[in-house]
């Protein structure tokens, strides 16, 4: 590579450290180096990556140490406009995206708006309905965020940012905000008066949110509810979800207390199991006829037990002696032992 004089960028890339890295290479040459970047400028994302490594071209232009020969150099930048300070940002303001978090800072001065992006490859566009639960972990609703912007001619030209605070958005911080959010946001919703079906889907538990909804599928919020070991039913819990037949029911959510409603196949019955995440409740099973025409009547009927159970509670529904329905109950003295008597019983009447 000693002998190479001509540089092609033609990958999208932003980084400095590879820039610096492409250009070194080029300057071994004893001729004077020639680098052809290519971009895209009608499609935003490939423009902002060159705007950002036009940062970088700009600084060894001034500093005239790309090229050996100055006689060959850039023109003379024509009017130019720097901006380059520190801003708050609003976390109500961000733009969560896939793979970056973007924020529009206007300058006042020129009349114009330039849209920032800083890459976190953590972060995705549902998170913007976590946009409360990140202020209260980073203590504050706004985030310090460095800009640096350059027009000539009233043309943006080049532009960076770097935020610590955005940056600082990790794994860790947001597992603990997905947390926060599961917890007050969907195990602490409640029944609203008028709000009849007790059987809910997804989309019912995540009304009410802002945006785009957090949780795409079913097996997306059971997989970060079990994430805690500690519920007290989650081997009962992931047991059920391996035996779920989804391809005939969408997995079914039962608030106050949180509970999932599971359809496991016998041979001649399905069989609907309602099970709370972490209350001390017997797992309820109702019996009925392996019909999939008939299933939506079948849970209608369900739906009405679990009303009587929600607004007469759990015994004047147990006085009813309900026909094809049944229950198991919990040992907790011993909990190795209490799930493998539970999941035998279960299993004796999966016919």
Known sequence: MQNASCLFLVYPFSFKGKLIQYIGRVQRSEISPVIYD?????????????LKRNTYYRQLNRQATLFDDTAIAEPPFGQTFTV???????????????????????????????????????????????????????????????????????????????????????????????????EQGILGKQYVPGMEENLLGLDKIQEGQNGKPFYDSEEQLLSDLLKNEKVRHYRHLRYLASRHDGTTLKLRFVLNPFSFVFLLSGTEQYHVVLETLDSEEATYIWHIEKNRQLLPQKLRTIDKDLNIIRNKGRQMFLEKEPQNFSRIFHDYTDERKGFVIWKDNLEERLF
Request: hydrophobic residues 40%; without cysteine.
């Open 84 to 182: 380059d300070k520190k801003i708050k940002v609003l976390i109500d303001q961000l733009d969560f995206r896939y793979g970056a978090i973007a924020f529009r800072y206007r300058v006042s001065e020129i009349k114009t708006e330039v849209e920032f992006e800083i890459e976190n490859e953590e972060v995705r566009p549902e998170f913007d309905v976590l946009k409360p639960y990140f202020s209260k972990i980073l203590k504050s609703k706004y985030v310090e965020a460095e800009v640096f912007a350059e027009f000539e001619n009233n043309e943006l030209v080049s532009q960076k940012a770097s935020s610590t605070g955005l940056e600082s958005i990790n794994r860790e911080i947001i597992e603990s905000v997905k947390f926060r959010f599961i």
């Open 38 to 50: 290519y971009r895209d400028h009608k499609i935003e994302y490939l423009n902002r990556l060159f």
